[in-house]
């Protein structure tokens, strides 16, 4: 039977004393491997070793851990570290959580991910415990819009927020702004009103990097008037697996002044088209964008993209063709269709056989070798496969007949046309 402390979970003091003891996690040396950090309190009776080997970035994730433990301890082993990953964990408690952070004095990465906080409530005072974090982590925590708002508010520094897997349907908005975020990550989400969208970009006004996979968000609805106000520092975004079905909401993209990566895939818009004509159509869509799905846009691909822009869509009515199909033909002209080449190898070809004084017209397969071509021409010429010589005659070459001598090669690689002519020769005794 398990002790009661483990059914309630581990401190945080007890699982870092166990994974970083000498024994455990030998003190490696060389710059930022581990560093050697002898207490400078040790309460009697104090579970911890009289030295750890902690390197600066902190791992204990999946340990069972559910209090902070002594807050002392933590101090004093912990005053180097700047990198925290506690997901996977039993925290349940903003008050632990808050204890063991307020210990920490240099932590700038926090990982809470995967931590049961759904329904538990942040107190201010404990909030501000979290001031110098500025990175936050709270994946599949389920951790209320509120409790988000308030630590944006409290971590006066706060540069990237990941929010994935929270089962988010709608946000509130701030009346106080988070003017140093840079990087939203709230992938998996059930966010498909722009309206909720929309308020990303009051909230977070320098925002640079929007990841929005996984969310349906069903178009994009502001004007060319409003978009560049929500978000003028945007940077990238990434719309993978949105329910975008409009290419009226691809060339919205376009009114935001700083894109220049987009990630569009798996959009039902898309998905009638070949992956080359997504690519090409996307590009000549976004003339600003420099990275689309990863892969950097070239200048002579654009080019490529804008002329096929106006190809495909030649044929089409003059109300449903897109505003960018009038600025690329003021570019580029209205161009022609490209002529169709069939660059497949010849499957056949009709040729004259001379054979002595007998001519006959044969069509003949061109994927065939020469002793194939011989077994066909013994009941034209009767003649055995062994007694013949074969003679290919080029009717546009200034060359005399070239012996076709090599039983194994291919008759397409003579480059045989219809109108030539095969010469067959008796072999003499």
Partial sequence: ?????????????????????????????????????VPTICPQGSPMKDRLNLPS???????????????????????HVIELDLSHNKLQDWHEISKIVSSIPNLEFLNLSSNPLAGTTLEPRCAEAFSRVRRLVLNNT????????????????????????????????????????RLLHITDNSLKDWAEVRKFGSMFPSLHTLVMANNNLASIQDSKDILPRLFPNLRSMNLH??????????????????LEEVRLQ?????????????????????????????????DSEREDAERFFIRYYLDYPEEELPYRYHSLVTKYGKLEP?????????????????????????????????????????????????SMRLYYIDKCSVFGPEEMRYNTRALHSYSIQDGDEILVVPKTK
């Fill in 241 to 258: 697996n949105s329910g975008l079905n409009r290419w009226d909401d691809i060339e919205k993209l376009n009114f935001f002044p700083k």
């Fill in 57 to 79: 970035v902190l791992v204990l994730n999946s340990c069972g851990i559910s209090r902070a433990g002594d807050q002392a301890e933590i101090a004093a082993f912990c005053a």
């Fill in 266 to 298: 798996g959009i039902p818009l898309l998905q009638t088209y070949t992956n080359a004509e997504r690519r090409s159509l996307m590009i000549a869509q976004l003339p600003s964008i420099s990275l689309l799905n990863g892969s950097a846009v070239t």
């Fill in 1 to 37: 039977m398990e002790p009661p402390e483990d059914m309630e979970g581990r401190t945080f003091v007890e699982v870092m004393s166990e994974k970083y003891s000498p024994e455990n996690f030998p003190c490696r040396r060389g710059p930022g491997m581990g560093v050697v950090v």
């Fill in 142 to 181: 389920q951790v209320s819009w509120d409790t988000v708002l308030l630590l944006a508010r409290e971590i006066p520094e706060l540069e990237e927020l990941f929010l994935c897997h929270n089962e988010y349907t709608s946000v509130s908005a701030s009346s106080v702004a988070c003017p140093t975020l």
């Fill in 338 to 386: 490209l002529a169709e080449i069939d660059l497949r190898p010849r499957c056949r070809a009709q040729v004259e056989v001379h054979c002595e004084e007998k001519v006959e017209q044969l069509n003949i397969r061109l994927d065939q070798t020469v002793a194939e071509l011989k077994k066909q021409l013994t009941t034209v010429v009767q003649l055995s496969t062994n």
